[in-house]
């Protein structure tokens, strides 16, 4: 092969390469109805299991996802397009944007929870949950829902 055609060819894939790379750029950036919720479920679900948005007002949800920087001793700060998209999802789906009274019981519009575990709807619902239940080593925590509500992921508390 001469080197001029060699050249030109070489150019040729470059362009296509270069063109694919953009069409992938486009698809990546294009909002999808979904976005919000596989970033929330992958980023959200790092370090706990992603909570269900129906158990905290939208207001909560802004006022977490406006200081991730600061989130519960922990640095869960994310880029503002991804900021953004989850914080759409959770307000499109939380508390009193789905009328979920079961979980606003109690709450006074100026409250703004940071946390499910505080809502006076959890704090009743666990009432006969005792310190040292939680306390165990398999437990440890109010936020670890998976470990009594084993179908937690799915939503699913009964029983
Ligand atoms: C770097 C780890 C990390 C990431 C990432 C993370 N969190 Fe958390 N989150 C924590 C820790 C630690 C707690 C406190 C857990 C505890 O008290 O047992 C917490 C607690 C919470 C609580 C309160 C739970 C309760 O007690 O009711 C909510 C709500 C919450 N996170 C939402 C989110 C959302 C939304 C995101 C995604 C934007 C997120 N978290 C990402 C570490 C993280
Ligand atoms: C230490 C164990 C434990 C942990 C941790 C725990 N729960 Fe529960 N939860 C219970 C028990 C036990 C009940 C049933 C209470 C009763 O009937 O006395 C319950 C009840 C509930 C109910 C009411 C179910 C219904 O039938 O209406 C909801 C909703 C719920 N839990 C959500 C959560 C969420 C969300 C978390 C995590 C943020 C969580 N729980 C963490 C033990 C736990």
């Known amino acids: 092969m001469g080197t001029k055609m060699g050249l030109a060819l070489a150019a040729a894939v470059a362009f296509i390469v270069a063109g694919a790379g953009m069409l992938a750029v486009q698809a990546q950036n294009a ?3 979904n976005a919000g919720k596989d970033a ?15 158990f905290l ?4 949800w802004q006022a977490l996802m406006g200081n991730l920087s600061k989130h519960f001793g922990e640095n869960a700060k994310l880029d503002a397009a991804t900021t953004t998209a989850i914080t759409d999802y959770l307000v499109s789906r939380a508390a009193d944007t789905v ?4 979980a606003l019981q109690g709450l ?12 006076p709807s959890w704090i009743r619902e666990h ?8 306390a165990r080593p398999e437990i440890k925590s109010k936020a670890n829902c998976v470990a009594c509500h084993r179908r937690a992921k799915l939503g699913v508390y009964e029983d």
């Open 40 to 54: 929330f479920n992958a980023e959200c679900g790092a370090c706990h299991m992603p909570f269900q948005p129906e």
């Open 31 to 33: 909002p999808t109805p």
């Open 127 to 134: 009432r006969r949950v005792t310190a040292e239940v939680v």
């Open 99 to 102: 009328n979920n009274r079961q």
């Open 108 to 119: 006074s519009p100026q409250d703004v929870p940071l946390r499910i575990t505080e809502t």
């Open 57 to 60: 007002p939208a207001r909560s």
